[in-house]
């Protein structure tokens, strides 16, 4: 059981210790991604961004992830085939979902506005963090938007996933790193015992603090005190 996401991203940190002070950068989910993110981006001295992610929901049961899309030049999107067949929908069945879901990625980014600079990533390694994975869609189509940047190699670094999602997962990155695998994952807000929605706000607040941290660290002036 985990206190809560500080304390899981300063976990996560700890195993990857070895990557402190390399050429790394974290990559948040938000919102509930960011916290962990922080902590994990100011223990290895790296820069902290966000991979602007939606899921998909079925029609009635928002809960239900389809599939996801992350937004970019060409937006990204990932189906879950299952399920569609399962609820025999098709992706033009939800082509009003997808735009509804790249509408609510472009107020968070204007709602973040110059607090969402993507750090370079090409060459580089990428620390994709998230707060938990449930079905796996949002997660795969954000390290397909990640890939698209030529990153030198992925690393998903996660609190709590179910061990079939893992298994899934683990070909489309070069490392996984979670903390607790259940076998049946029936919410992840059971792996923590203080689970709160994220407000934009306080995802706001985290992207100034580690905005503030590495203009400290290459400031000589501080650096030298």
Known sequence: ???????????????????RGSDCVVLALPRGGVPIGFEIASELRAPLGLIMVR??????????????????????TVFNSNVL?????????LEGQVLEQLKEIERRRRLYGGHLTLPPIEGRS??????????????????QAVRRRRPACIVLAVPVASTDTLVRLEDEV?????????????AISLHYRHFPQVPDEEVIE??????????AATDPGVSGR
């Not at 996401?5 to 700890?14: I, Q």
């Not at 899921?55 to 990204?76: F, M």
């Not at 070069?174 to 029936?186: F, G, S």
Request: hydrophobic share 45%; with cysteine; charged share 30%.
């Open 126 to 143: 990428v620390i994709l963090v998230d707060d938990g994975i449930a079905t796996g869609a949002t997660t795969r189509v954000a390290i």
């Open 55 to 76: 899921k998909i929901g079925a029609p009635g049961q928002p809960e239900l992830a389809l599939g996801a899309v992350a937004d970019g030049r060409e937006p990204v």
């Open 206 to 215: 985290f992207l100034e603090r580690a905005k503030a941290r590495a203009n």
């Open 85 to 93: 067949s399962i609820l025999g929908l098709t992706p033009a069945d």
């Open 1 to 19: 059981m985990l206190r809560d996401r500080s304390e899981a991203g300063k976990r996560l940190a700890a195993e990857l210790a070895e990557l």
């Open 174 to 186: 070069d490392r996984v790193v979670c903390l607790e695998k259940p076998q049946d994952l029936e």
